[in-house]
C-alpha cells in the first residue's frame, strides 16, 4: 500500500534529521534521529493514519521537537469488527530482533513540545533514558470507546512480554516527565515506567484528566528513587475516576510535594456509586527499608461522595514470610496548607483528609 500523498516517509538508515516548516497534511512515518517540527503535521480530519508515526532503533537516540502544530482527529470508525485507535503520535521500539525472544534497545527519547499537539500521544518503548517536557497544549484523544475520557499521554516504558510470556527486564536508567509552567495538558495521563530513577514535576495546568504513574521491576527488585512534584495544577472533573494522582511503585526513596492545586470532581446531587477512591493515591511497596517524605503547602480537595483527600501506604519486606529479610518503612509527613475531602461518606468505607499505613 503506498502512503498518501502528502506524507513524508522517512528512512532512519539514510535520514539523520528531519525538519518541517511546511504542511503535511497525511503525517510522517518511519525511523530518524531528530525529528523538527515547526509548520503543520497531519490536519483536524485526519482518523485512518497516525499524524506521526515513528520508531526508534537498536541503540540509537531519538529527539522529537515541536513547535508548529501536531494536528488528528482522534475518532475512527469500526474495521473488521474492531476499532483501531489512532492518536496523533506513536513513538515506539519494534517488540522483537531475530533470533532473540528479547525486544530491540534503543538508547534515549528526549520530547519537548512548544507547540500544539492535537490528539495525543503513545508508546510502547525499551530504551536506558526517557526525558519528556511540555511547555505547549496537549489536547487528550477522544475515543470513541468512552467520551468520557481523553487520553492525553500514554506511554510504556521497560515493560515487555516475551513469547514464551515471561516478563522481559528492561530497567531504564533515569526518566523524567515534567510539564512546564505555561504548559497545558488536557487528558489523563498514563506512566508505566520501570525506571531505576523518576522523577515527575508539574508546574502548568493538568486537567480534565487524572495522572496515574506505575514505577516497577518486572524482576521484583527495589529500584532507587521516585518522585512528584506538583507546583501547577491538576484537575480531573471526570466522574467515575475521581483520582488526581495515582502512584504505585518499588522504591527505596519516594518524595511528593504539592505547592500547588490538586482537585477532584464537584459535581452535586447523588454520587453514590460513582467513585470511592482518595484523590491523591500513593503506594510503595519494596523488599529492602524504604523512605516516604511527603509535604504540602497547597491545596489537596475534593469534593467526591465518599472519597479521601490523601493516602500513602506502605509495604517494607514481606510481612507474610517470616524468614524474609527485616526491613523498616519511615513515613513523613508535613502539611502546612489545605487538604480537605467534604463529599459524604459511603457505608463501610472510611472517608478522610489523610490516611496513612504502613506494614513493616
Known amino acids: 500500500m503506498y502512503p498518501p500523498a502528502n506524507t513524508a516517509v522517512l528512512d532512519g538508515r539514510g535520514v539523520l534529521s528531519f525538519v518541517n516548516e511546511g504542511i503535511l497534511s497525511d503525517g510522517a512515518y518511519g525511523s530518524v534521529r531528530n525529528f523538527t517540527n515547526s509548520g503543520t503535521v497531519g490536519s483536524a480530519t485526519l482518523s ?41 503520535i506513536s513513538i515506539n521500539t519494534p517488540q522483537y530482533q531475530f533470533g532473540s525472544a528479547a525486544p530491540i534497545r534503543a538508547n534515549s527519547l528526549v520530547i519537548d513540545n512548544s507547540g500544539l499537539i492535537d490528539g495525543g500521544l503513545r508508546g510502547q518503548l525499551q530504551l536506558n533514558n526517557f526525558q519528556f517536557s511540555n511547555s505547549g497544549t496537549i489536547n487528550g484523544l477522544q475515543t470513541n470507546f468512552n467520551t468520557d475520557f481523553r487520553s492525553a499521554i500514554d506511554l510504556n516504558m521497560g515493560y515487555f512480554y516475551a513469547p514464551d510470556s515471561a516478563v522481559y527486564n ?30 515527575f514535576t508539574n508546574a502548568g495546568t493538568l486537567t480534565d484528566g487524572y495522572v496515574t504513574i506505575g514505577q516497577n521491576n518486572s524482576q521484583g527488585t527495589d529500584l532507587a528513587s521516585g518522585s512528584i512534584v506538583n507546583s501547577g495544577t491538576i484537575t480531573n472533573l471526570r466522574t467515575g475516576y475521581a483520582a488526581g494522582v495515582f502512584y504505585e511503585g518499588s522504591v527505596n526513596n519516594f518524595s511528593f510535594a504539592n505547592s500547588g492545586a490538586i482537585s477532584g470532581i464537584t459535581q452535586t446531587g ?5 467513585s470511592d477512591s482518595p484523590l491523591v493515591s500513593l503506594a510503595v511497596t519494596t523488599d529492602g527499608n524504604q523512605n516516604s517524605t511527603l509535604s504540602n503547602s497547597g491545596m489537596i480537595t475534593t469534593a467526591a461522595y465518599g472519597d479521601s483527600g490523601f493516602m500513602i501506604a506502605t509495604v517494607a519486606g514481606d510481612p507474610t514470610d517470616r524468614t524474609s529479610p527485616i526491613a523498616n518503612s519511615a513515613i513523613t509527613f508535613t502539611n502546612s496548607g489545605t487538604i480537605r475531602a467534604n463529599g459524604g461518606a459511603l457505608a463501610g468505607v472510611i472517608q478522610a483528609a489523610v490516611a496513612l499505613e504502613s506494614w513493616l
Open 48 to 88: 485512518n493514519f497516525y499524524a506521526v508515526d515513528l520508531s526508534i532503533g537498536a541503540g540509537q537516540n531519538l529527539n522529537f521537537t515541536n513547535s508548529g502544530s501536531i494536528l488528528h482527529s482522534g475518532y475512527t470508525a469500526p474495521q473488521l469488527g474492531y476499532t483501531p485507535i489512532y492518536p496523533a
Open 270 to 274: 447523588d454520587l453514590r456509586g460513582v
Open 170 to 199: 528492561g530497567t531504564l536508567a533515569n526518566a523524567s516527565f515534567t510539564n512546564a509552567a505555561g504548559g497545558s495538558i488536557g487528558g489523563y495521563i498514563s506512566l508505566g515506567v520501570a525506571s531505576n530513577i523518576f522523577n
